[in-house]
């Protein structure tokens, strides 16, 4: 059974820093691309960055680009988002989420298996 795990949220004052990490119970772990989605109360979840299986490429939302930073270690079945320069309205519960032998993805329903979720908390 597929796990994911998220930690590394917490509160922060704006122009600060987290890194949130996210440790996968898959055993072929590098077939799968990972993703990092965000849901601010009262919104729908929303995609944040994705890290590709094949080649480690990587795409994120515009509203983060620049600030947030996703990378992953095959090894130790582990991704992470860097993020700095938080704003208050980063302020979200932070979602890892696997799509097995998937590109590119950034929506919701081609991802297969997701986190509990970490709380970001941003303050002004």
């Known amino acids: 059974q597929v796990q994911l795990v998220e930690s590394g949220g917490g509160l922060v004052q704006a122009g600060g820093s987290l890194r949130l990490s996210c440790a996968a119970s898959i055993r072929t772990f590098s077939s799968y691309t990972m993703g990092w989605f965000r849901q601010a109360p009262g919104k729908e979840r929303e995609f944040v960055a994705a890290i590709e299986w094949r080649d480690g490429t990587t795409s994120y939302a515009d509203s983060v680009k620049g600030r947030f930073t996703i990378s992953r270690d095959n090894a130790k079945n582990t991704v992470y988002l860097q993020m700095i320069s938080l704003q208050p309205e980063d302020t979200a519960v932070y979602y890892c989420?696997?799509?097995?032998?998937?590109?590119?993805?950034?929506?919701?329903?081609?991802?297969?298996?997701w986190g509990q979720g970490t709380q970001v908390t941003v303050s002004s």
């Open positions: 989420a696997a799509g097995r032998y998937r590109g590119l993805i950034r929506q919701v329903n081609d991802y297969s298996y």
